[in-house]
């Protein structure tokens, strides 16, 4: 019973963490892609992106 409930906690931190950390990748990529979509004519705006 308690393996059971540890493991659904495990289940579940390791879902949470997944879900933010994909959440961020996905902000992140689409920050890329509206900087580098906006700043195409002027390079010194995409750089301080690539640099983080």
Do not use: G
């Not at 949470?16 to 002027?42: G, Q």
């Amino acid at each position: 019973m308690i393996a059971n409930t540890t493991q659904i906690e495990r289940d579940f931190t390791t879902n949470t963490l997944s879900r933010i950390l994909f959440d961020f990748l996905h902000v992140k990529l689409n920050y890329f892609k509206t900087s580098s979509l906006s700043s195409t004519s002027s390079p010194q705006d995409i750089q301080p992106p690539l640099s983080l």
